[in-house]
T-cell receptor, first 114, second 115 residues
Framework: NAGVTQTPKFQVLKTGQSMTLQCAQD?????MYWYRQDPGMGLRLIYY???????DKGEVPNGYNVSRLNKREFSLRLESAAPSQTSVYFC?????????????FGSGTRLTVV | AQSVAQPEDQVNVAEGNPLTVKCTYS??????LFWYVQYPNRGLQFLLK??????LVKGSYGFEAEFNKSQTSFHLKKPSALVSDSALYFC?????????????FGKGTKLSVIP
């Protein structure tokens, strides 16, 4: 089925370890986004990529880096994980400009940093 | 700047009763408004949107929402709640006049439908 695929679904890291969260979409969307979801905080935008070759910071970018590898793939990297980065991470994609369709979300990555 | 508020952290309603989940927004231009639903351990799913036109929009699973420009609100409604409607609901807004295409989400409202 068409959609947004995130890997892994679950991950436990030790403080200071690094990891990359992968996201791929097969809907030919131009724009992709990374959000984190924390209880009582809703969804907060970490980084986004309006189109292939561009990336921009969102509301909470500190401690993260991103790569828009191609039109399909948008990865999120934690260089040195901290307990404050324990969260559920969602990737989303959308058609840029023709915004009538909203976002399509992946199923999330549940990350625990100990 | 664009923002959205969901004033209720939780809404409880009896099965069969009408439900309302509230949302208010702030934008400098015209709003694009969305509702999403999240079931446990799942990603967000699109329910409905308001872009322009009729103030009452209908979406998936029998949900509807009313856009009220004077009150800057976009409340989600359903005439008869089902237990299966129990989930986390997010309102989101984008300013049509803004230079970016980012959505800003509310903090979410947990809906519990009691049998």
């Amino acid at each position: 089925n068409a959609g947004v695929t995130q890997t892994p679904k679950f991950q436990v890291l030790k403080t200071g370890q690094s990891m990359t969260l992968q996201c791929a979409q097969d809907m030919n969307h131009n724009s992709m986004y990374w959000y984190r979801q924390d209880p009582g905080m809703g969804l907060r935008l970490i980084y986004y990529s309006a189109s292939e070759g561009t990336t921009d910071k969102g509301e909470v970018p500190n401690g993260y880096n991103v790569s828009r590898l191609n039109k399909r793939e948008f990865s999120l990297r934690l260089e040195s994980a901290a307990p404050s980065q324990t969260s559920v991470y969602f990737c989303a994609s959308s058609v840029t400009g023709g915004f009538n369709y909203g976002y399509t979300f992946g199923s999330g990555t549940r990350l625990t940093v100990v | 700047a664009q923002s959205v508020a969901q004033p209720e952290d939780q809404v409880n309603v009896a099965e069969g009763n009408p439900l309302t989940v509230k949302c208010t927004y702030s934008v400098s231009g015209n709003p694009y408004l969305f509702w999403y639903v999240q079931y446990p351990n799942r990603g967000l799913q699109f329910l409905l949107k308001y872009i322009t036109g009729d103030n009452l929009v209908k979406g998936s699973y029998g949900f509807e929402a009313e856009f009220n420009k004077s009150q800057t609100s976009f409340h989600l409604k359903k005439p008869s709640a089902l237990v299966s409607d129990s989930a986390l609901y997010f309102c989101a807004v984008r300013d049509s006049g803004a230079g970016s295409y980012q959505l800003t989400f509310g903090k979410g409202t947990k809906l519990s439908v009691i049998p």
